[in-house]
């Protein structure tokens, strides 16, 4: 199966700063990549699809690039609400995986 | 709005199996591919399969012999179980929706997930 590790597993940012987030695969999986975000007690959300495609209501802040196996999500300037945990998953093959997370913290 | 609640035991014994229910509602259950996902406790996500209101679902091989997903479209609802669990099994189970971004002729099961459910925690304990 196609491992997704993502890195750094944990960012201390305050807002206003810039988030940039890792992702890297272990084999190509095209552009065939999403990013969702988490937070406790919550279900997940969406946030860009096949590595670039913002999905509904997501604002431009929030940006995906990348392919091949290695993947970025951007946060331009973290408001409160972006203070959460993001997981990159893979559509290239079966079964889908996910990564193992990165907790974006308030510094 | 779309929206989907899981339910279920929370507590399951070792070995027994394990059943959860996802009630949708705000969607047709005829329309989309549905799928589980599992998060144990300080681990991440990892998928457990799909299913649709036709043809066979899709698992994940590392649950393959153990999970069975099915749906019932009178109820608009689909379900999950698992067999002989063990405490591997503890987890936030999630029930999600297959988004459909490209159009009814290129809808697929791979497609990322849309819509998620709050997520129900199972143990699975004595």
């Known amino acids: 199966e196609i491992v997704l590790t993502q890195s750094p597993a944990t960012l201390s940012l305050s807002p206003g700063e810039r988030a940039t987030l890792s992702c890297r695969a272990s084999?190509?999986?095209?552009?065939?990549l999403a990013w969702y975000q988490h937070k406790l007690g919550q279900a997940p959300r969406l946030l860009i699809y096949?590595?670039?495609k913002r999905a509904t209501g997501i604002p431009a802040r929030i940006s995906g690039s990348g392919s091949g196996t290695d993947f970025t999500l951007t946060i331009s300037s973290l408001e409160p609400e972006d203070f959460a945990v993001y997981y990159c998953?893979?559509?290239?093959?079966?079964?889908?995986?996910f990564g193992g997370g990165t907790q974006v913290e308030i510094k | 709005q779309v929206q989907l609640q899981e339910s279920g035991p929370g507590l399951v014994k070792p070995s027994e199996t394990l059943s959860l229910t996802c009630t949708v509602s705000?969607?047709?259950?005829?329309?989309?591919?549905w799928t589980w996902i599992r998060q144990p406790p300080g681990k991440g996500l990892e998928w457990i399969g799909y299913?649709?209101?036709?043809?066979?679902?899709n698992y994940n091989p590392s649950l393959k012999s153990r999970v069975t997903m099915s749906v019932d479209t009178s109820r608009n609802e689909f379900s999950l179980k698992v067999t002989s669990v063990n405490a591997a099994d503890t987890a936030v189970y999630y029930c999600?929706?297959?988004?459909?971004?490209?159009?009814?002729?290129?809808?697929?099961?791979?497609?990322?997930?849309?819509?998620w459910g709050q997520g129900i925690p199972v143990t699975v304990s004595s």
């Open positions: 096949d590595a670039s």
């Open positions: 084999q190509s999986v095209s552009r065939y």
């Open positions: 999600a929706r297959v988004g459909d971004y490209y159009g009814p002729w290129s809808y697929s099961p791979d497609l990322p997930f849309d819509h």
């Open positions: 705000g969607a047709s259950i005829s329309s989309y591919y």
């Open positions: 299913v649709y209101h036709v043809g066979s679902p």
């Open positions: 998953q893979q559509r290239s093959d079966w079964p889908l995986t």
